[in-house]
């Protein structure tokens, strides 16, 4: 091959490599730029990643809600879930649809094993912070979860695309929450 | 006489020539007989190899400094930190199209360098805006994002790393319906590579590599992309499929000094040994043929209807090969290359009967011949390594059998005893009969 055609394939190559980190950029900004907050109750599981480093899988309680509707009929499918928002200003999932809802906010998620598999069930931290921000919920919540601690995750959504700005434990940012502990000696 | 041996002869040549022992026309026309030696590719493989670890390691190394996950930076520091690795590897690979098109070193390192910094830019913008990811999604853009690089930059390293890539995805997405059958398009997309890589020099290291990575590949691919709707299906297929292989390498490389050389055979050989091993247990021929048709809930018809046609012509291809080895005299390749016809018996039976028995004691025959035959070839060509192969290949047979039925550990013991006594004696016999062979040389 001439060497001026390699070198336009390889800079069109190149553009294109680009192009799809910074579509996933782009469209992220603009869900975090003018989507609307939900507050979506969670609590945190961590584990491990071996290309995106250690993050905080969130257990969200809409994920399951979905079960109350007939979400077996979806399995494996995808489906549109229809955002409400409780009293406490929470956000859950109340309908399931093929297409769009006409009115109001949803996200685009997967059904499986009779769960909502969401664009947003991950919160990546440092390595040391992910275990610690874990135990640490757990520790205010106690063995069998009796305890109290407010724990959620805060999500913008636009046009059906979530995207995960903060978690929030005990009203405050994660990190700021961690920050604030009694350092161990 | 392989390269190796020739370069020992020309060494040895200017001494037999002085001490008189060749004359120097016998040592002129040794050396026309084997022709110049190609020129030394050892140190040119070792540059080759060094540049493509050291572009491993960098680019394993960015993915970890980021995957850290520097919380106290901004998002927009994060974003550009993301994307600065896949930038620089580009610009390393347009310099060296520019620069150093001549080096393959240069071409395999910069073209590996950028495989990896896609990976990594699509990974680390995922962390940073915390997306949950798709995994078969991402490997497939990946994928089809550094392909290019295998032809602009006739690079083998991504086109190996192209292979477990789409090998890996297949895996991914063998639950979800029929697109697992995309495997063998995205296979295509390699061929051209590995198609010119042959026809440049097929006993060359690069084809050869490549013809490693591609048999590897398909042999983990091809059950992932079987829908399995008729069940157990994927004993003829991979039973064809490894005496394709297996019969390949016999007819086109039968040649090639070493096992290293001949990844065909290697692989094919191994392949039939461990399968019809495999095929002498009970449970791989339970629950199987049209009594359990489409027994799994989640089969596609149009899977079935591709299941199908990758049996009928890999058996098709199995048949033809065979019969082309045989009009060439290669018989002793009828041996291993029967295999599919007792696998369609076997499956046949299990399938018609609802019972493996038959098939079972098909593959124990089977295997029992093949290391009888291993051990007697060994002893008649004086090879240990076969003698050895086929002693252990008898002693893992009878060991099944042992855990199949009810034997006394007495008798276990036994046979386990008489079994190592078979070994060391079949061992010191065999090392002592060469050092009686070599004695009266010397």
């Keep these: 091959m001439k060497k001026p055609w390699l070198m336009a394939l390889f800079l069109v190559l190149a553009v294109g490599q680009i192009a799809a980190p910074v579509s996933m950029i782009v469209q992220r900004e603009q869900v975090l730029k003018d989507g609307r907050l939900y507050k979506f109750p969670s609590q945190p599981i961590d584990p491990v990643d071996v290309f995106r480093g ?3 899988a969130l257990s969200l309680r809409a994920a399951q809600e979905v079960y109350s509707t007939p979400a077996w009929n979806w399995e494996d499918r995808t489906a549109y879930a229809r955002i409400k928002v409780d009293e406490a200003g929470f956000a859950h999932f109340d309908n399931l649809t093929s297409a769009p809802p006409p009115s109001g906010d949803y996200v685009k998620a997967r059904v499986h094993y009779g769960s909502l598999v969401l664009p947003f069930s991950r919160y990546y931290m440092n390595e040391k912070l992910a275990p610690k921000a874990e135990s640490e919920y757990w520790k205010h919540m106690g063995r069998r979860g009796s305890g109290q601690i407010e724990s959620y995750a805060a999500v913008r959504v636009l046009r059906g695309n979530a995207v995960l700005e903060d978690l929030y434990i005990g009203g405050k940012p994660v990190a700021e929450f961690l920050d604030e502990l009694p350092k161990s000696p | 006489m392989n390269k190796r041996g020739v370069r020992w002869l020309y060494a040895e040549l200017p001494g037999l020539v002085s001490k008189g022992v060749l004359s120097r026309e016998s040592a002129a026309s040794l050396r026309e007989h084997y022709g110049e030696l190609p020129s030394s590719v050892g140190r040119g493989a070792a540059v080759i190899v060094l540049a493509v670890f050291g572009a491993l390691l960098i680019g394993l190394g960015v993915i970890l400094v980021f995957a850290h996950n520097w919380q106290d930076l901004s998002r927009p520091t994060r974003v550009v930190l993301s994307l600065a690795p896949l930038i ?16 393959t070193a240069w071409k395999e390192g910069s073209a590996t360098a950028i495989m990896l910094a896609v990976a990594a830019a699509i990974s680390l913008v995922a962390q940073t805006y915390n997306i949950s990811g798709d995994l078969p999604a991402f490997i497939l853009t990946w994928m089809l994002l550094s392909l290019p690089l295998v032809y602009l930059f006739n690079a083998s390293t991504p086109a190996a ?12 997405v063998m639950h979800e319906g029929s697109q697992k059958l995309c495997f063998w398009a995205l296979l295509i997309l390699f061929i051209p590579h590995y198609a010119t890589a042959m026809i440049r020099d097929a006993g060359g290291f690069r084809a050869t590599a490549l013809s490693w990575a591609l048999l590897a590949c398909m042999s983990v691919a091809t059950g992932l992309s079987i829908e399995g709707v008729m069940p157990g299906i994927w004993i003829v297929v991979y039973a064809s499929l490894m005496t394709s292989i297996y019969l390949v390498g016999t007819l086109w490389f039968d040649d090639a000094p070493s096992a290293w050389r001949r990844p065909f055979q290697t692989i094919g050989q191994r ?9 002498t247990f009970r449970e791989p021929w339970r629950h199987i043929g049209w009594h359990y048709y489409g027994a799994r809930g989640y089969q596609t018809t149009f899977g079935a209807a591709a299941d199908y046609a990758m049996t009928i012509s890999l058996t098709i291809l199995a048949v ?8 060439n005299g290669k018989t002793t390749s009828l041996f291993l290359g029967v295999m599919p016809a007792l696998a369609i018996v076997g499956y046949a039976a299990s399938s018609a009967f609802e019972d493996g028995s038959l098939a079972m004691i098909l593959f124990n025959v089977y295997v029992l011949i093949m290391s009888v035959a291993a051990i007697v070839g060994g002893i008649q060509h004086e090879r240990l390594g076969l003698l050895n192969s086929g002693m252990l290949l008898l002693a893992a047979l009878i060991t099944a059998r042992f855990f199949d039925s009810d034997v006394s550990m007495l008798t276990r013991g036994v046979v386990f005893i008489l079994l190592g006594i078979g070994f060391l004696g079949a061992n010191i016999w065999m090392l002592r009969r060469k050092a009686a062979a070599k004695e009266p040389e010397q």
């Design chain 1, 54 to 56: 250690r993050y905080v």
């Design chain 2, 271 to 279: 392949g039939i040994v461990v399968l019809s091993f495999i095929l």
């Design chain 2, 161 to 172: 790393l192209y292979l477990a890539g789409i090998a890996a995805w297949t895996g991914n």
């Design chain 2, 320 to 327: 033809s090969l065979l019969l082309r080895c045989v009009r």
């Design chain 2, 88 to 103: 620089l590897a580009q610009c390393l690979g347009g310099w060296v199209l520019l620069r150093a098109s001549g080096s």
